[in-house]
């Protein structure tokens, strides 16, 4: 067996220009395929980071999103006084009562370029929301001071948007907001939004209700109990949701729409990949007639010569899947940013790159090997020894 696999693979080094188109064409495939997982994955690894499992989300019924979501006064003091509230210093609830608007703001172009608008999230919140928040950090200036018309914006705000910079002014609102600091959040969702004062913001914007209550457990496994305790409330219409799962789920339609797109062009791209295959392996067969029978007058039986022509279509399958997966990492380099379809507002991810992701791209690859190169390697297997040898 030995013989004929390695007289198989050497022959991809003897054959440099069919073997790099071949394996070209697969590397482009195993680069669409990877790249959107990766988008997928980048995408709810964004909005899952954006939560904590600590932290419960509650807004009004079947609301979807913050956007959507209205909660009075007198409900949000009910939520507040549940037992599973966390006590912070001084006894302090860590209950964040926050309003979330959903504006148009112009993004920045070159001059004398058409203006770009994109929606874009603000969002009230007291200082209590600051430490709910833990993988938010500011990166320059300083937080905004309750009361008053100051906003920090997170990174991906800051670098795309007109006035969103540190000492840039934003008119929302009606209003003035200056920008008094940048902050940084680890990478998820909340990059992309602006963060002021609840009250402020909710004046500005003539809002007389808060969109959600955030707030942190006192026992992380209590969420059952709050959970009833809210929901079933007969003065109440809210649900409430782990912080974590209520991100999740705000990726669920543009997940689907990502999945459904890049597997359907990747099945479209790897049948020419197949089709490419079959057809270099069909020309290595019809080329090597000869010594396919020198190897079946050897004692070679067609099991192993079926083997062997395989294992030639798979090493041209992985050798492009390697090239693919090197291609798609350096995606990781980009964040790009679209539409969240739940929001619609702007969110900025980058490309994610996982062990799960790399084995799936490389069986993948040898799929696409396995399914082109089998005809031909069966074709070879049944040839008979003496017109092989006469062929010759």
């Not at 860590?94 to 920045?108: G, Q």
């Not at 899947?321 to 090197?326: A, T």
Request: hydrophobic content about 50%; charged content about 15%.
């Amino acid at each position: 067996m030995a013989i004929p696999l390695s007289y198989s693979l050497r022959n991809l080094a003897a054959r440099k220009l069919t073997t790099a188109l071949t394996a070209g064409g697969m590397a482009l495939v195993v680069f669409v395929f990877a790249t959107v997982l990766m988008l997928d994955a980048g995408l709810k690894k964004t909005l899952v980071d954006t939560g904590s499992p600590d932290n419960v989300v509650v807004t009004r019924r079947a609301s979807g999103t913050e956007v959507q979501s209205g909660i009075e006064r007198g409900p949000a003091a009910i939520v507040e006084s549940l037992p599973q509230v966390a006590l912070g210093a001084g006894g302090l609830r860590m209950l964040s009562k926050e309003t979330v608007v959903l504006i148009s703001l112009n993004k920045r172009v070159a001059e004398g370029a058409a203006a770009k608008p994109s929606n874009v999230i603000i969002r009230g919140l007291s200082p209590v929301g600051l430490q709910l928040r833990p993988q938010v950090r500011l990166v320059a200036g300083r937080p905004f001071r309750p009361g008053s018309n100051e906003i920090v914006t997170g990174q991906a705000i800051a670098s795309r948007f007109n006035g969103a910079g540190l000492g840039e002014t934003m008119r929302f609102g009606a209003r003035d907001w200056v920008v008094v600091g940048v902050f940084d959040a680890g990478g998820s969702g909340f990059d992309s939004e602006v963060w002021g004062d609840a009250e402020q913001l909710m004046q500005a914007f003539r809002r007389p209700v808060f969109s959600s209550l955030i707030f942190r457990l006192n026992d992380p496994g209590a969420f059952a109990a709050v959970k009833a305790a809210i929901e079933d409330d007969p003065r109440l219409t809210l649900e409430a949701k782990r912080e974590a799962q209520f991100y999740a789920d705000q990726s669920e339609a543009l997940s689907k729409f990502i999945s459904i797109l890049g597997i359907t062009l990747s099945v479209i791209f790897s049948i020419g990949a197949i089709i490419g295959a079959m057809i270099t392996m069909y020309a290595a067969v019809a080329n090597r007639t000869g010594e396919i029978g020198t190897l079946r007058a050897l004692g070679f039986n067609r099991r192993a010569i079926l083997l062997a022509f395989l294992a030639e279509s798979l090493g041209l399958a992985l050798l492009g899947g390697l090239v693919g997966l090197l291609l798609a990492s350096t995606m990781q380099l980009f964040t790009i940013s679209t539409m969240n379809w739940q929001s619609f507002a702007e969110l900025a991810f980058t490309f994610s790159l996982d062990a799960g992701i790399v084995v799936k791209s490389l069986l993948f690859a040898l799929l696409m090997g396995l399914l082109g190169g089998f005809l031909p390697a069966f074709r070879a297997a049944r040839m008979n020894i003496v017109e092989a040898l006469r062929a010759a």
